[in-house]
């Protein structure tokens, strides 16, 4: 099997696919602060599911393969994404907590708000991650990684 893949290309449709998600995930927040609506909850597990699988393998691996080549050259941006990484993993439990909690009792009220609040921040941190990684560590990539490198990345990564 061939690695030819662009891996900042594959990161970046990835990061695309998240926005989605994370799209519906607020709008699912803005109806839920409304009262509990079953569609609206069909939508925060769909984005339960989709953090539990696709963002925590993206996440690993721009961890396992990416971060560490791009090292040899910077080391902020990375330090600075991982830091991310475990904030968003933090607020995802808590999340994941409160999805459990809401699900046991749709009745609830307090674990509703608690939810659309945690739905808001999970949105608004992970918005800013992406951006930050599609405009400012990416570009650093292509600045600074070889066409090798590049392919060792996308080797990793598969």
Same mark, same amino acid.
């Given at each position: 099997m061939k690695h030819a893949r662009d891996p900042i290309a594959e990161f970046m449709k990835e990061h695309e696919d998240a926005v989605?998600?994370?799209h519906?995930?607020?709008a699912a927040a803005k109806s839920l602060a409304d009262g509990f609506s079953r569609n609206a909850f069909k939508h925060v597990l769909e984005g339960l599911a989709y953090m @539990?699988?696709?963002v925590r393998e993206h996440n690993k691996k721009e961890e396992d393969a990416l971060f560490p080549i791009l090292e040899r050259y910077v080391e902020g941006p990375t330090k600075l994404m991982r830091d991310e990484h475990k904030?968003?993993?933090a607020q995802f439990v808590k999340f994941e907590e409160t999805v459990l909690k809401v699900k046991a009792n749709p009745d609830d009220a307090?674990?509703?708000q608690r939810l659309v609040t945690l739905s808001r921040a999970i949105v608004k941190i992970?918005? @800013?991650h992406i951006h930050k990684e599609n405009y400012i560590l990416?570009?650093?990539v292509q600045r600074f990684l070889t066409k090798e490198?590049?392919?060792e990345v996308a080797k990793k990564m598969h």
């Open positions: 989605k998600h994370l519906l995930l607020s @539990n699988e696709e904030i968003l993993y307090k674990m509703i992970f918005v @800013n990416f570009p650093l490198e590049l392919r």
